[in-house]
């Protein structure tokens, strides 16, 4: 049961109460002493709703092996932005995940509907900037109305660019909680951190919203040695008369944004060295699950505080959950495995499959993350994509690895489908004399069907050099492996002498450039309405497209080799979602 559905028993037997019981009757009378009785029974309202919120089981699928129960979700509505902050995007910009692979407005609200019913009390929604979404305002709106399923806080990270003109509507569709992104007081360093112009129109957006009622509001500054780290004092010392709560932030390491101990200013030493232009400086209490070491300087307004992820986590209070702008859960904003929800969102998968596959997901989550130093190495998305498709092999190797032991550990459809295969005393594609036919799929029903397979090519690196950099001369090898795939699963028919003909609604090939081992990954997705599957028609447009490839370059490099060709997931027809594991 969830705790949402708990929590409103719990608020409506109260009520009950509180109308029939002959103590709480009296207590309505308007006297004195009836005045202080309401004032007990409140308290005593406010206690057993405590004890009754506290004492209910929470959801066993929000809940780790570590028993941290995951009530806060972060929601990455977009990977699009209109600043390009350096510590965040990498200098080549990012590739963006087609818009036909991002999660729809519908999508997000169906994802945290089952999230709040579960128990999450909190949603952030962020990105790349949440503000450029079009459908903010609906997004809130509709967020707002699970606050009756028991959520309680919804808020945003932004970058302030456009805050101040949303804000009116941000408050009136139901936004709670408001953190503002700044790195430096001094509109120069705000152009040169973000690469573009803006900073006067943040600060203008944090002081409309103090002034509307958001308080504090949350500033996050990533301090950068050399770069903005003359500025921590300046930070502290604008706290006096702003209700702000700076967050100052360890520099972290993403793909991309070229991190490496040395540019980064530890926790202890910012503190350090705000002790001793301020002395009587006082540490603050903050909720275990909390990412900041709050402090406050006597008298002043606002606090400040430190978010120290890279040396001294805080992955034992953690209750983070977060969804990709592409629909992948990510239990942990340092780990590189990530399951698709979206995929099984639109394959018609049930809120139960949903919540198996995120319980699954949330039972392996490490206890804390890496350490900074092998952070550093492993592949992750650029920060900004933490809130687009994984552009490395481990992040999809990973990915896929994940997903499929989830998928098995939890679903029968894998079972019914291996039992299927297994179980069939008879070859199909054989008659009576052994003889190949063709299977007659008359009375099979039209149904939607998808198919993805992959497979890879290893390059010299001086092969896979020109081709990610087009410059081989032959020409962009893989625009032309691209359309070598698409004519390919085309012509599957025709080349494989069992297989049906058919319609093929949509095809869509990717690359992912492992550039660690000098590897193309290509992966081919179709999609038709057809009495059978394409399954054949994706493999096979995925082998063309990596011949294409090998032909194109096998006069700089003798050496490639083909792979690891095979069909990852299936869906449609009797057997449902097939998952190779
Ligand atoms: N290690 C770690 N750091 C996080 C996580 N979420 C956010 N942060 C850090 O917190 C910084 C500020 O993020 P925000 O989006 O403002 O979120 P927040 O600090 O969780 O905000 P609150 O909800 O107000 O607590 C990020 O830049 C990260 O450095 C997380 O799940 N793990
Ligand atoms: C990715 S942004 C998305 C929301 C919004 N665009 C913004 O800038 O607030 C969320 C937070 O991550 C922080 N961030 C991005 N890259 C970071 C890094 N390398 N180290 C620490 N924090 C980082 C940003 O400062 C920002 O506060
Ligand atoms: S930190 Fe925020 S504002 Fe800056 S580039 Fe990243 S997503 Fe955009
Ligand atoms: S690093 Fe991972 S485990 Fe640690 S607080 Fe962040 S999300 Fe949670």
């Known amino acids: 049961m969830n705790q949402g559905f708990y929590k409103h028993m719990a608020a409506a037997s109260l009520f009950k109460r509180c109308v029939v019981s002959p103590i709480q009757y009296r207590s309505c009378n308007s006297t004195a002493s009836s005045r202080q009785s309401i004032k007990v029974q409140v308290e005593d309202y406010d206690q057993k709703w405590e004890k009754i919120r506290t004492a209910k089981p929470f959801s066993e699928f929000l809940t780790d092996k570590f028993n941290r129960k995951h009530n806060y979700l972060r929601i990455s509505l977009t990977e699009r932005c209109n600043l390009r902050c350096q510590y965040c995007m990498p200098e080549e910009g990012v590739q963006l995940t087609p818009k036909k692979n991002i999660l729809t407005y519908e999508e997000i609200i169906k994802l945290a509907t089952i999230f709040v019913k579960e128990g999450v009390t909190k949603i952030r929604l962020t990105g ?3 503000l450029v979404h079009p459908k903010i305002i609906n997004i809130i709106g509709s967020l707002n109305e699970l606050k009756n399923y028991g959520l309680e806080d919804i808020g945003i990270t932004t970058n302030g660019i456009t805050l101040k003109r949303h804000l009116p509507s941000l408050k009136a569709a139901g936004l709670t909680h408001i953190n503002v992104s700044l790195d430096s007081l001094i509109p120069a360093k705000f152009e040169f951190f973000t690469r573009r112009k803006g900073h006067s129109k943040v600060l203008e957006s944090i002081d409309t919203a103090l002034n509307i009622g958001y308080k504090p509001v949350k500033v996050n500054c990533v301090v950068m040695k050399n770069q903005n780290d003359d500025e921590i004092l300046d930070f502290v010392e604008w706290t006096k008369d702003k209700h702000v709560d700076v967050r100052f932030i360890e520099y972290m390491p993403f793909d991309g944004n070229k991190w490496n101990d040395k540019k980064m200013i530890k926790y202890s030493d910012m503190l350090n060295k705000i ?5 009587d400086v006082q540490r603050q209490d903050d909720e275990l699950s909390s990412t900041s070491k709050t402090f406050k300087i006597p008298g002043y307004k606002g606090s400040f505080g430190f978010i120290s992820s890279m040396t001294e986590n805080f992955c034992s209070g953690c209750n983070r959950l977060r969804i990709t702008a592409d629909g992948n859960l990510k239990v942990c904003l340092f780990g590189n495995s990530e399951v698709d929800l979206k995929d099984l969102l639109r394959n018609g998968g049930t809120e139960d499959e949903i919540l198996q596959i995120i319980g699954a997901a949330v039972g392996r989550k490490h206890a804390r993350h890496a350490g900074m130093f092998n952070i550093q190495k492993m592949k992750n998305r650029p920060m900004i994509l933490i809130g687009g498709y994984c552009h490395s092999k481990s992040n999809n190797d990973e990915y896929y690895t994940q997903y499929n032991k989830i998928f098995q550990s939890t679903s029968d459809n894998y079972e019914d489908h291996y039992n299927n295969i297994f179980n069939q005393s008879k070859f199909s594609h054989t008659d009576e004399e052994g003889r190949a036919q ?16 992959s497979g890879k090519i290893r390059l010299s690196s001086e092969a896979f050099r020109l081709v990610v950099e087009n410059k081989h001369k032959k020409g962009d090898v893989l625009t032309v492996a691209k359309i070598a795939g698409i004519q390919g699963t085309k012509q599957t028919s025709n080349l ?6 058919i319609n093929l609604d949509g095809v869509d090939i990717n690359f992912d450039l492992d550039r660690e081992n000098n590897e193309i990954v290509v992966r081919v997705s179709i999609e038709c ?18 011949l294409t ?8 490099d003798k050496t490639a080799i083909i792979f690891d060709v095979k069909l ?6 009797k057997s449902g979602l097939f998952i190779n594991k």
């Open 549 to 556: 490839i090998y032909d194109m370059i096998k006069a700089v």
């Open 529 to 546: 309405h057809a009495k059978t599957g394409v399954e054949m028609e994706a493999l096979v447009g995925v082998s063309t497209s990596l």
């Open 128 to 130: 790349g900037e949440p």
């Open 568 to 573: 990852d997931k299936k869906f449609g027809g």
């Open 438 to 453: 063709m299977v007659n799929v008359g009375e099979k029903s039209v149904t939607n069907r998808t198919a993805l397979a």
């Open 275 to 279: 002790k001793k232009s301020y002395p």
């Open 496 to 501: 494989i002498p069992l297989c049906h003909n």
